[in-house]
């Protein structure tokens, strides 16, 4: 049975500050958190730290996180005078700290869900820094999901809300809702500001999700990055693409194979509309490679 609500006001003065984005993952603005879970809330006074078990839920704005358990960790707003809470103890387990608390960090663990109307991450295990505005996700089958593209990763996620920058590590991959893929040990995604963070008005409700979510402008990639295609596999120690020009550009030990056929050289641009890549050597440079008579479709092309 669900044993009522934890309420727990987080309205600091420096948030005011902070950059409303609209759909994405940021829990550091938005007003009071609201904690529910159905088995219970163990409160900690002496750590100052509130925990949600079974089904735990906590929201904040439009920011949803669900998870096995839930540990809120609050302290006394600077200033702040002391306040009684003998009320977080009653059946119930309503808190009035409306005035002298703030949350400063939450941990969820096991089943880890965050998601708002359009962006949604999953995971074993997060941490969110609400003074930094800065989740970190771990755990297995991590993945991160926004209306234009999805970004997985073997060991860690991290979403900086402040300078919208997302970051996968260990075999991390993004790929396209049609089907554009880029894979590197490290990859390193700046999403534009969403409409509602610009100079126009609010998007009126029904407007695309894309608009209001902040469409991904760049990605930056290291280690290992290999690029695919429709019909070409580009590899490369390092890589910049560009989602909106679809163009990708790829340096160091560069490999292109389409089929049977390779080049090798030491830059590469990637077009991944029409699925063609060109080695980019400086002048004078020598390009090597292996051309197989009777392939389908012309091979690797240079300059």
Not at 62 to 89: H, I, M, Q
Not at 108 to 136: E, M, N, P, R, S
Request: glycine share 10%; proline share 5%; aromatic share 6%.
């Amino acid at each position: 049975m669900r044993l009522g609500l934890i309420l727990l006001a987080v309205c600091c003065l420096w948030l005011s500050a902070a950059p409303a984005w609209a759909q994405a993952i940021d829990l550091s603005h938005g007003g009071q958190i609201t904690v529910t879970a159905r088995g219970g809330f163990d409160w900690d006074q002496k750590a100052q730290t509130v925990t949600a078990h079974g089904d735990a839920q906590a929201v904040r704005g439009n920011v949803t996180v669900t998870a096995d358990r839930l540990v809120a960790f609050y302290r006394k707003k600077p200033g702040a005078a002391p306040k009684a809470t003998e009320a977080a103890s009653k059946p119930g387990g309503a808190i009035d700290d409306t005035g002298a608390n703030e949350i400063y960090r939450l941990e969820a663990f096991g089943h880890v869900h965050i998601f708002t109307a359009t962006d949604q991450a999953w995971g074993d295990h997060a941490v969110y820094d609400i003074d930094q505005a800065v989740l970190v996700l771990t755990g297995h089958a991590l993945r991160l999901t926004t209306p234009t593209d999805v970004l997985t990763a073997r060991d860690e996620m991290e979403y900086w809300s402040k300078t919208r920058m997302s970051v996968g590590r260990g075999d991390a991959t993004v790929t396209s809702n049609d089907g554009r893929r880029l894979r590197a040990d490290v990859l390193v995604g700046y999403s534009d500001a969403p409409d509602a963070d610009k100079a126009a008005p609010a998007p009126k409700p029904g407007t695309d999700a894309v608009a209001a979510s902040g469409k991904l402008r760049k990605v930056d990639a290291f280690g290992d990055v290999v690029v695919r295609t429709r019909t070409e596999t580009v590899t490369g120690d390092r890589g910049v693409y560009v989602p909106a020009s679809g163009i990708a550009r790829i340096v160091g030990n560069v490999h292109i194979t389409r089929g049977q056929n390779q080049l090798n050289g030491a830059a590469a641009i990637v077009n991944m509309h029409t699925g063609l890549a060109t080695m980019t050597e400086a002048p004078g440079a020598r390009v090597r490679g292996l051309i197989v008579p009777g392939e389908n479709g012309s091979g690797p092309t240079k300059p």
